[in-house]
Each structure stands twice: as structure tokens, then as C-alpha cells.
């Protein structure tokens, strides 16, 4: 019999990142691709259950002089515990016996290469993104899934909230993501539809904080985890420009006043004045001429920056990068710095080490999709004392209480697989995720949105 919290990590499933996502888009902008989405009908009753599993007969189901037996499970059912993971190992065994290849950087992500043409997919539990370069080998494949599945098939235009425009031209390719959609179902849930918008992410000098808390019997009744839930979904899959004000409202989710609920009613009233924002990929090889020579872009580049002691309580510094390829974007991420930073160029060099580190994983991902890295990696940054470190053999010094962990990217400048390059504040492309003190006109869109 399953038994709550039984073996419950070995239930785990894997699901798609919204990364691994935008990495695939813009590694294969530029070829002649098809793009296509697959929905498995019923899929959890198509997998064995990995172990003995009993069920009682559900209530009016019993059979008649049987109704004290119980009955073992061939499939796995919709509510089990392990029923994801039932079906995720039978649909990468599926896949492996195929022939399809997966990569260590994305459990989720299959791919399969023949006389010049491919597959690649990207799945979430039942529903997978296709890209297909050739027909031979996606009917193939489409032949080899309708003998095991029942599926449905279509373009891929709507996929986990969010809405693809694929536009192929024969000058150049464009792909377009947006949550429009998202954003109205959104506000509307939460009562803001009628609201007015704001120009900018962030309520300037208005960063609530734990002081500010009010107590249990005065806090105010506002669906606020259900507001930063929504935000956090669409942050994660194509609005970045949202990143530093839903971190600080992400801090009071269990304890929160009326400074805390003012903050996030703002951050939901810039979405609301940006909901037509997008996530915008182009190709950089000219299509038209045949050039394999990027027209735009330099790779994968990085831009890493940090607000010294960000956190008004913790006093605790605030990370933000951002990652393109070829122009696009495929990553970014900010976060509060797991311990305090004694100065700027301490919290810079933790920033730019989390970046580095970044960028060796974004490059493997994207060899392992198919793509090309040119090294040594740009990673932009704003102070020049974290450059100074990172390529000279200068004394410890000030810097000599700093764990040897934050100095990993000295190895890897040494081993020119990255490079740190000055760029001023101004430039800075993901400056507005983390400083309070932008300018409306620089953070109402972050690059690559529209």
C-alpha cells in the first residue's frame, strides 16, 4: 500500500526549464526548422508503475462479495505519488530506444541526428516541444509515436502559458514569445483589470522591509502569495524586467502590511502598462546570401552586476546577470547573496564569480544542443577593481577573508574561458533589475523585449 511521505524523493519527475527553452529558440534560430508541439493523450495510463501498488476499488465500483479485497495496479494512475515519474522514465526509455541522445545539462531534452537532418525535443511531463529540420525523419518519428501513443500534433504557437510566433522570411527568422494572455487572466484573478498602469517596475525609495511588518491581527487580507506565484511564472518564462521588485516582494509572503501589498500592487500595475512586452529572437546569419558569418552578435556573452548591501535587513547584497546568445536572450536570474560583502568590489566579485560560473553551463548546454561557443566568454561588468583582481596576481590584501570559491573565475580568465570586460553603468543591459534608483525610460524593458 502507498503510504504519504513513503520514499517521496524517489517520486521526483523532472520538468522543463524555461532556459533550457529560450536556449533551444535561439541555438536554432537560424536554421530552416519546423517547430512543432506534442500532447500525449492520457499519458500517466500508458506507464508501468515502478513497484507493487494496491488500490482500493473507488466508492460504487466494488464488485459485489469482493468489496474487503484490493487490487494491484498494471498503470499508473492520475493522483499517484510517483505517476510523473512513472511516465517520464517510460518516455525517455522510449526516446532511448529510438536512438535519441540526451545531455547532462537538461534531463528533459532529446535529440537525434541522421543524414543530414534532426530532432530535437524538449518535454514537460506529457507535452513536448519539437524542432524539426528534414520530413524523412519526423514522419519517422510521428510513426513510431502514433504505434505506442495516442497524441495530438500541431504548430507550435501556444506552449505552458506562452504564446510562439514563429515568422520565417528568406533575409531573416524571428521568433516571438509573449504571455499577453497570461498577464489578463492574471489581474483579472486578482482584481487589477481596472487599475491604472505604472511606468516603471519599482516604487522608487519605497522598498518595504521586516520593520514594516504589522502585527498578525492588523496584516491585511490580500491574496499576496497567489500575486507573487503569478508574477514568478511569468518572470520565469519572458518577462526579466520584473526581477528585482518580485525578489523583495517574495520576502514577505508569510508576514506582510499594507508598504508590502502597496510594492507588489505596483509591480502588478507595470505589468499591466507592459503586457505587450516580448521576448523577441532573431537570426544573426544573413539567410539571404547564404553566409555562415554572424551578422549581429558575438556568441554567448554575460552581464553581471550587483547593488552593495541591497537588503535594508539583512544588509545582504543583491546579484543580477544576464545571458544572450547572438543578441537573444536566454537567461537571467537576480538573488540575494548568500552572505554579506564588506564592500562594492566584494559584492561585484561574488556577482561575476555566479556569472562565471553561469557561463560555463550555458556553454555546455548550448554544445549540447547543437550550438557553438566562441571563447574566451564576455562577461561585463561595471567595476574595474573585480577586473583588476581577476587577471592579476595581486596580494590577497583586503580581500583575504573571501572564500577560495569566490576566486574560481581567476581560473577560468587563466584558462581563457572567460573574459571580464569594463562596461560603464550606463551600459549596463541588467542595471534596471537591480538599482532602485533607474530611470523609468531604462526599466521598462529589459533587451530583447518589445
Known amino acids: 500500500m502507498q503510504k504519504i511521505d513513503l520514499d517521496k524523493f524517489d517520486a521526483y519527475s523532472p520538468v522543463l526549464n524555461f532556459t ?27 506507464s508501468n508503475v515502478r513497484r507493487d501498488t494496491y488500490i482500493k476499488m473507488p ?13 494491484k495496479l498494471h498503470k499508473a494512475l492520475y493522483g ?4 510523473g515519474r512513472c511516465f517520464y522514465d517510460s518516455f525517455s526509455q ?19 541526428y541522421k543524414n543530414n537532418e534532426y530532432l530535437k525535443l524538449l518535454f514537460h511531463v506529457d507535452d513536448a ?29 501556444h506552449f505552458l502559458g506562452v504564446k510562439i510566433e514563429h515568422i520565417q522570411h528568406p533575409e531573416k527568422t524571428t521568433i516571438i514569445l509573449s504571455q499577453q494572455a497570461q498577464v489578463n487572466k492574471m489581474l483579472k484573478a486578482l482584481k487589477m483589470d481596472d487599475s491604472k498602469g505604472a511606468v516603471a517596475p519599482v516604487l522608487a525609495g519605497q522598498q518595504p522591509s521586516l520593520a514594516q511588518i504589522s502585527r498578525k491581527e492588523d496584516q491585511i487580507d ?37 508598504p508590502h501589498v502597496q510594492w507588489l500592487k505596483h509591480i502588478l500595475k507595470f505589468m499591466k502598462s507592459n503586457k505587450h512586452n516580448k521576448l523577441i529572437y532573431q537570426s544573426t546569419f544573413d539567410q539571404a546570401n547564404k553566409s555562415d558569418q554572424p551578422t549581429t552578435g558575438v556568441s554567448l556573452e554575460l552581464f553581471s552586476d550587483a547593488s552593495h548591501a541591497g537588503d ?14 547572438n543578441g537573444n536572450t536566454i537567461d537571467y536570474k537576480c538573488q540575494f547573496q548568500k552572505i554579506v560583502s564588506h564592500s562594492s568590489t566584494e559584492s561585484e566579485i561574488m556577482a561575476a564569480d555566479y556569472a562565471a560560473r553561469r557561463s560555463q553551463f550555458l556553454k555546455w548546454l548550448i554544445e549540447g544542443m547543437g550550438g557553438k561557443v566562441i571563447t574566451p566568454i564576455p562577461i561585463y561588468i561595471d567595476n574595474a577593481a573585480t577586473i583588476n583582481i581577476s587577471k592579476n596576481p595581486i596580494q590577497p590584501g583586503r580581500n583575504a577573508h573571501m572564500h577560495a570559491r569566490f576566486f574560481y573565475l581567476k581560473d577560468l580568465v587563466e584558462n581563457k574561458q572567460i573574459i571580464l570586460k569594463k562596461i560603464s553603468t550606463n551600459e549596463q543591459l541588467d542595471r534596471k533589475s537591480t538599482r532602485l534608483n533607474s530611470s523609468h525610460s531604462s526599466v521598462s524593458r529589459m533587451p530583447s523585449s518589445a
Not at 533550457?20 to 500508458?46: C, G, M, W
Not at 499517484?80 to 505517476?83: E, R
Not at 528534414?134 to 509515436?145: C, E, P, R, S
Open 59 to 71: 466508492q460504487g465500483r466494488e464488485i459485489e462479495g469482493k468489496e474487503h479485497l484490493v487490487y
Open 222 to 258: 490580500y491574496p499576496y502569495r497567489e500575486a507573487v506565484g503569478h508574477l514568478q511564472y511569468l518572470h520565469g518564462a519572458t518577462h526579466p524586467e520584473i526581477a528585482y521588485p518580485l525578489k523583495i516582494a517574495s520576502k514577505f509572503t508569510i508576514s506582510h502590511g499594507a
Open 94 to 112: 522510449f526516446h532511448k530506444d529510438l536512438g535519441f541522445q540526451g545531455i547532462h545539462q537538461d534531463n528533459c531534452y532529446y535529440q537525434f
Open 129 to 157: 516541444v519539437i524542432i524539426s529540420k528534414g520530413t524523412n525523419l519526423f514522419n519517422w518519428y510521428i510513426d513510431k509515436v502514433k504505434a505506442k501513443y495516442e497524441y495530438k500534433l500541431g504548430p507550435l504557437t
Open 80 to 83: 499517484g505519488a510517483d505517476s
Open 312 to 325: 535594508p535587513d539583512t544588509r545582504r547584497s543583491i546579484t543580477a546577470f544576464l545571458a544572450k546568445y
Open 20 to 46: 533550457s527553452f529560450r536556449t533551444l529558440l535561439a541555438v536554432h534560430i537560424n536554421e530552416p526548422v519546423k517547430l512543432y508541439q506534442l500532447d500525449i493523450t492520457a499519458a500517466y495510463l500508458t
